[in-house]
């Protein structure tokens, strides 16, 4: 199992040292506002050659329990950072990394900015603009506006500067 794709320890690979990478910047995510367990199991994936683990594979690396990891799975498939699949002839779905996860995830963050510039304007006129709250509102909905146009700029540079299309 050693030298399968996924498998929880790849042969000449310091596990001490991985395990500390994978803690620290699930520490790091968690820090940042991601969910403990979801941190771990994304920063796992991360740390693995194939992008790719079973259940029991995540399970066994992190040590958590199959229930842990399906609530973890569960919040970065719905974050579009982690996709789930079938191995061939097998009934184990293999959790997998997105290509382009950083990309896909902030363009994600794009969708979520415009629902939320929308939803502050729509409160902003509700509680009107010329009201302290209104006005506060009116000033994150166009921060939001102008994060969405930033990021809309950063995502096209990244793909120009990787020679890929958008």
Do not use: C
Not at 12 to 36: K, L
Request: net charge negative; charged share 30%.
């Amino acid at each position: 199992m050693a030298d399968e794709p996924g498998s929880a320890a790849p042969r000449g690979r310091d596990e001490e040292a991985v395990s500390r990478f994978v803690e620290r910047f699930a520490a790091e995510m968690t820090e940042a506002g991601m969910q403990r367990m979801a941190a771990r199991v994304f920063a796992s994936l991360l740390a693995d050659d194939d992008g790719s683990m079973t259940s029991a594979d995540l399970g066994g690396r992190l040590r958590i329990s199959p229930a842990a990891v399906s609530g973890a799975v569960n919040h970065l498939t719905r974050a579009r950072m982690v996709g789930r699949e079938r191995d061939p002839g097998s009934r184990r779905d293999r959790y997998r990394l997105h290509d382009g996860i950083w990309h896909a995830a902030f363009a994600h963050r794009d969708q979520v900015l415009t629902r939320w510039e929308r939803t502050l304007r729509e409160g902003a006129r509700s509680l009107g603009e010329d009201t302290p709250a209104g006005a506060r509102l009116v000033e994150t909905a166009e921060f939001f506006a102008f994060m969405q146009a930033e990021l809309i700029g950063i995502l096209d540079r990244w793909h120009e500067s990787r020679g890929t299309a958008g």
